[in-house]
């Protein structure tokens, strides 16, 4: 391993959605911002898009870790593969309740009797959906807005927050009883040069080393490989740290990109 030669006290480019290593750019920020509102003000339906690797996973798992459990009760579904009746059942599971055997007219007699309760107990019932884009079954929109529909007092039982890709976003545009259903959305944009850079020496700080480890010019280099996407940057330098490592280097330049990219 390269940690001790670079003086880190972890892997600094690991693709797991760590929340001590979301870096706080602005859109990060704002993105954070206006989601914890449509939380907070039970505004009902969210939806959160970019492209691949841009930190969408992260930065929900970050949502999700500063939800108190004494106040929220929160299910995320990773991967929406269900077709009809499996969605509604896969929900009543992340909810931590049984299914098994009921019908639809069922799941959603227990589903609402179980977001009546917990709102009565002043707890906030949250669904995340994780790579919703691929979600192709029209029932699924369907229970999504019916989901949604289920109220009290003019208060939603159920805060819904779809993540995905951008074409998300034309998915909707096809089913517009919840398009609008939706009152925020934000999309993530790839880093910027600066925001790149940026994003690279957080990441070395909170693995332990405020040193510089690259060059201005391997900076430059690998925002122009990457393009600013930042599963793509990870894999980049963790590479760099390894081979620099290897050729016993200072700080990581464009020689050290070029082998290994």
Not at 4 to 30: A, C, G, I, V
Request: with cysteine.
């Amino acid at each position: 391993m390269y940690l001790d030669y670079w003086e880190l006290k972890e892997p600094p480019f690991e693709n797991t959605p760590d929340p001590r290593f979301l870096y706080p750019s602005d859109q990060h920020r704002e993105a954070l911002r206006q989601l914890l509102h449509a939380i907070g003000e039970e505004k009902g339906c969210a939806v959160l898009t970019g492209e691949y690797g841009c930190g969408k996973t992260h930065l929900i798992r970050t949502i999700v870790d500063n939800l108190h459990e004494s106040q929220y009760e929160v299910a995320l579904v990773n991967y929406p593969i269900f077709r009809g009746e499996e969605f509604l059942e896969e929900i009543l599971r992340q909810f931590g309740q049984d299914g098994e055997g009921a019908g639809r007219v069922d799941y959603f007699r227990e589903l609402s009797r179980f977001f009546y309760q917990n709102v009565t107990n002043n707890k906030r019932n949250i669904l995340i959906i994780d790579e919703a884009q691929i979600i192709d079954d029209p029932a699924v929109y369907e229970d999504l807005h019916a989901l949604l529909d289920m109220q009290v007092e003019e208060r939603f039982l159920l805060n819904v927050h779809l993540v995905g890709q951008p074409e998300l976003a034309d998915h909707l545009k096809n089913h517009p009883q919840l398009d609008q259903r939706i009152t925020a959305k934000f999309h993530l944009e790839p880093f910027d040069r600066q925001d790149t850079a940026n994003y690279i020496k957080y990441r070395l700080s909170i693995a332990g080393c405020d040193k510089e480890r690259f060059s201005d010019a391997a900076l430059y280099l690998i925002h122009a490989i990457s393009k600013g996407i930042a599963r793509r940057i990870n894999n980049l330098c963790g590479l760099c740290l390894l081979e620099g490592a290897n050729q016993k280097v200072q700080i990581i330049d464009e020689e050290i990109i070029k082998l290994v990219f």
